[in-house]
């Protein structure tokens, strides 16, 4: 890099520093050299991602299409969603086959944040884990422990290895993901009770950051509506009042419905996905600064979209995701996070490729967070970032990732 006094100072301001400097030459090889290191520490700085910058001190919040830290710095989460709890077994799948404490070590060794730890409301009630023999494998000490207990466990060690947690209710009972945040037996109250639960339970546990409030509300759920039983919007806000009483340093995570949401310009979307309705209906809390809006996105692997079969795929992409979610963002009404993305394919010929391909540059160009689909193998339409053995890592898979990390880490817990 040669610098170039032209670009700063006009004609009769350089003859001067000139006709000065001449008379000096030390003062002027002082000068050059001065001004050198500020450019080159300025371009050096702008070069850098926010996620170098130093270790993220929690409570979180939001500013504008930012999270940021305690210090006000900006923290970009992305992470792996490793599941299990919400299911028959009501703990972390892969337990059977390897140390809870290696895999949170692995997650952590590729780059990634922040886990996304889905559970059910019937799992967290129950007594034992399901399937799971803790006395033959490397977990022994998590033999004889509730469901929740073995949630602390993983919790606190995630937060010893500066890993953060953000929590989903992701099933009210351990089949299904329901319509709505109430059905399949529970009620509202229990749906927002154990969110109470889970804000005190954690309230000094500082990596767990927050509350992804249902999993890919669909079918009947509407936005902006103002019918009570099926607007998400309005039970959000009900259920995010609730649990900042209780805590008030969680992020509130929201997602989006599927249709039902007045004057959606986009024709269908996937469950979760359809943030239309925060341009007209935004979710209002009354602790500011905590709501993040999380859209999920699959491609063709998943499910064969009709704009995956459109005359300008993979072109159209960009343009639905800007109507469905970035707008967001763009206007910097609130964060987004990508709560849920993945697929098998990452080749540069199948749709599912394509798709992930571009939606990766995309985060990349606009550094978007997200927690990526699955960490476990046994997702059976996405696969995982581990093979099957539960320890191999799928590197195709990764590589791709890797465009998008590291990020900066939590400071590690005591």
């Known amino acids: 890099m040669r610098f170039n006094p032209r670009i700063f100072f006009d004609q009769q301001t350089l003859r001067r520093f000139r006709a000065v400097l001449n008379r000096n030459k030390t003062f002027y090889s002082i000068f050059l050299l001065s001004v050198f290191a500020i450019l080159l ?26 999270i940021v830290d305690a210090r006000k710095r900006s923290v970009l989460l992305r992470g792996v969603n490793w599941f299990g709890m919400e299911t028959e077994t ?57 469901p929740i207990e073995v949630m602390d466990a993983v919790i606190q060690e995630a937060g010893r290895q500066g890993l953060m947690v953000l929590l989903d209710s992701h099933r009210l009972n351990n089949q299904r993901i329901p319509e709505l945040w109430y059905g399949d037996g529970f009620t509202e109250e229990d749906w927002i009770g154990t969110w109470t639960l889970l804000a005190q339970r954690y309230k000094n546990q500082p990596n767990v950051i927050g509350a992804d409030l249902k999993n890919e509300p669909h079918g009947k759920a509407s936005w902006g509506t103002s019918d009570r039983t099926t607007d998400w919007r309005l039970a959000a806000e009900r259920a995010g009042e609730a649990i900042l009483k209780v805590n008030p340093n969680w992020l509130i995570v929201v997602e989006g419905v599927e249709n039902n949401v007045p004057g959606q310009q986009l024709k269908q979307h996937w469950m979760g996905g359809n943030l239309e309705g925060v341009r007209r209906f935004p979710v209002r809390l009354l602790v500011k600064n905590r709501v993040v809006y999380s859209p999920h996105e699959y491609g063709a692997g998943v499910f064969n979209q009709p704009w995956f079969s459109a005359i300008d795929f993979p072109r159209n992409l960009s343009t639905r995701w800007e109507k469905a979610f970035f707008y967001i963002a763009r206007q910097k009404i609130a964060p987004i996070l990508i709560g849920e993305f993945g697929g098998r394919q990452v080749d540069q010929t199948s749709k599912e490729g394509l798709w992930q391909r571009q939606f990766v540059e995309y985060l990349k160009q606009n550094q978007l967070g997200f927690a990526y689909w699955s960490w476990n193998p046994n997702s059976q339409d996405t696969g995982g970032i581990l093979r099957d053995d539960w320890s191999a890592i799928n590197q195709p898979k990764q590589e791709l990732l890797n465009q998008l990390l590291p990020v900066q880490t939590m400071q590690a817990q005591k």
Do not use: C
Not at 43 to 51: G, I, K, R, S, V
Not at 102 to 129: C, D, H, T, W
């Open 41 to 66: 520490s300025a371009a050096t700085l702008a070069q850098l991602p926010a996620q170098t910058m130093g270790e993220i001190q929690p409570p979180l919040s939001t500013r504008g299409a930012e």
């Open 90 to 146: 009501q703990a972390p799948h892969g337990l059977w086959a390897r140390d809870y404490k290696e895999m949170l070590s692995q997650i952590k060794s590729l780059g990634y944040n922040v886990i996304r730890f889905p559970y059910s409301v019937q799992g967290l009630r129950a007594n034992e884990i399901s399937g799971v023999n803790f006395e033959i494998g490397s977990n022994r000490d998590l033999q004889g422990k509730k």
